[in-house]
């Protein structure tokens, strides 16, 4: 699949195709042109496909080229050729392989929650070329043992695992039917999204998505987050890292990002008050301003 618009000289502005896993896997990659040749490439988190970064794809293509995948068996990739391949480092070969399909250009790896970790573990894979990284309400890993600050979900999680795979049917019906204004309201009520900074219709496609993700591999794709952690690759990272935090972020705790800034050689953090998980939504502004300062000052170094 390969669909492009054109500009002057043949170079595409927009084009979408399918890069190919290490296991044959299908996987769903979005480009746009920008002004220079470095591409900020997008990593989302677990069950997401792109709605996070629904400002950044267009405010980031006025600095740089900018570059979305979708991980497998989510968006528009391809359901796991093999089903056993959903760790962190499965999907940091994936990422190798887009960077690679999109012709291996200088990239700035960006990523959200999950995408943290996936975009140290790239950084691990291959240093070559990756010239800054943006980490997104993300940590080094053991996301579930710091989840609300607390090792609550690592606790339930073999359970739900369990309970997924002996009934599989109930757990992917009631997984699918659940309604978008239920998840909506649900936010509102527990204070994981501040609503009053972001649009409802900003978050339903996060909701909408979710659904179609199958539910158990979103289990099992937590726990392997939760197990893993690339902390000690951290003092390894030789490029310019920016780390932007909310401090009302219950799913990744301001702290931990903090922590993974002080650990990272050359990182800049920076603490948004009132910011959620949902930072790019709820603070479009700060958060372009802050990137845009970031990637303007590793460009000209």
């Given at each position: 699949?390969?669909?492009?618009?054109?500009?002057?000289?043949?170079?595409?502005?927009?084009?979408?195709?399918?890069a190919?896993?290490?296991d044959?896997?299908?996987?769903?990659v979005?480009?746009?042109?920008?002004?220079?040749?470095?591409?900020?490439?997008?990593?989302?988190?677990?069950?997401?496909?792109?709605?996070?970064?629904?400002?950044?794809?267009?405010?980031?293509?006025?600095i740089?080229?900018?570059?979305h995948?979708?991980?497998?068996?989510?968006?528009?990739?391809?359901?796991?050729?093999?089903?056993?391949?959903?760790?962190?480092?499965?999907?940091?070969?994936?990422?190798?392989?887009?960077?690679?399909?999109?012709?291996?250009?200088?990239?700035?790896?960006?990523g959200?929650?999950?995408?943290?970790?996936?975009?140290?573990?790239?950084?691990?894979?291959?240093?070559?070329?990756?010239?800054?990284?943006v980490?997104?309400?993300?940590?080094?890993?053991?996301?579930?043992?710091?989840?609300?600050?607390?090792?609550?979900?690592?606790?339930?999680l073999?359970?739900?695992?369990?309970?997924?795979?002996?009934?599989?049917?109930?757990?992917?019906?009631?997984?699918?039917r659940?309604?978008v204004?239920?998840?909506?309201?649900?936010?509102?009520?527990?204070?994981?999204?501040?609503?009053?900074?972001?649009?409802?219709?900003?978050?339903e496609?996060?909701?909408?998505?979710?659904?179609h993700?199958?539910f158990?591999?979103?289990?099992?794709?937590?726990?392997?987050?939760g197990?893993?952690?690339?902390e000690?690759?951290?003092?390894?990272?030789?490029?310019?890292?920016?780390?932007?935090?909310?401090?009302?972020?219950?799913?990744?705790?301001?702290?931990?990002?903090?922590?993974?800034?002080?650990?990272?050689?050359?990182?800049?953090?920076e603490?948004?008050?009132?910011g959620?998980?949902a930072?790019?939504?709820?603070e479009?502004e700060?958060?372009?301003?802050s990137?845009?300062?970031?990637?303007?000052?590793?460009?000209v170094e």
């Amino acid at each position: 699949m390969k669909t492009r618009a054109k500009k002057s000289e043949d170079r595409p502005l927009f084009a979408e195709s399918l890069a190919e896993g290490s296991d044959g896997t299908r996987l769903y990659v979005r480009w746009r042109d920008g002004p220079h040749q470095t591409t900020a490439l997008l990593s989302d988190g677990i069950v997401c496909d792109g709605y996070i970064y629904k400002y950044l794809w267009e405010d980031l293509s006025h600095i740089v080229s900018v570059a979305h995948w979708n991980y497998r068996g989510h968006g528009r990739s391809a359901l796991p050729a093999d089903p056993e391949r959903i760790t962190v480092l499965d999907h940091a070969h994936d990422l190798d392989a887009v960077r690679r399909h999109l012709g291996d250009p200088p990239v700035v790896l960006v990523g959200h929650s999950f995408g943290t970790q996936v975009a140290l573990e790239a950084y691990r894979l291959r240093p070559e070329k990756v010239v800054a990284l943006v980490l997104l309400c993300g940590s080094f890993g053991r996301v579930t043992y710091t989840f609300k600050g607390s090792d609550m979900l690592a606790g339930v999680l073999p359970g739900l695992i369990a309970f997924a795979e002996q009934h599989k049917k109930l757990a992917r019906a009631v997984w699918s039917r659940l309604p978008v204004r239920f998840g909506l309201e649900l936010a509102r009520l527990t204070g994981d999204v501040n609503l009053a900074a972001v649009r409802p219709e900003d978050l339903e496609p996060y909701f909408r998505h979710a659904a179609h993700v199958d539910f158990e591999m979103f289990l099992r794709m937590l726990r392997e987050a939760g197990e893993h952690s690339a902390e000690d690759v951290l003092a390894q990272v030789r490029v310019p890292a920016l780390v932007l935090a909310g401090d009302r972020d219950s799913f990744t705790p301001s702290e931990v990002s903090e922590v993974m800034a002080r650990l990272l050689p050359r990182a800049e953090f920076e603490l948004v008050p009132g910011g959620t998980h949902a930072l790019p939504l709820e603070e479009r502004e700060r958060v372009r301003r802050s990137i845009a300062a970031f990637l303007t000052r590793v460009l000209v170094e």
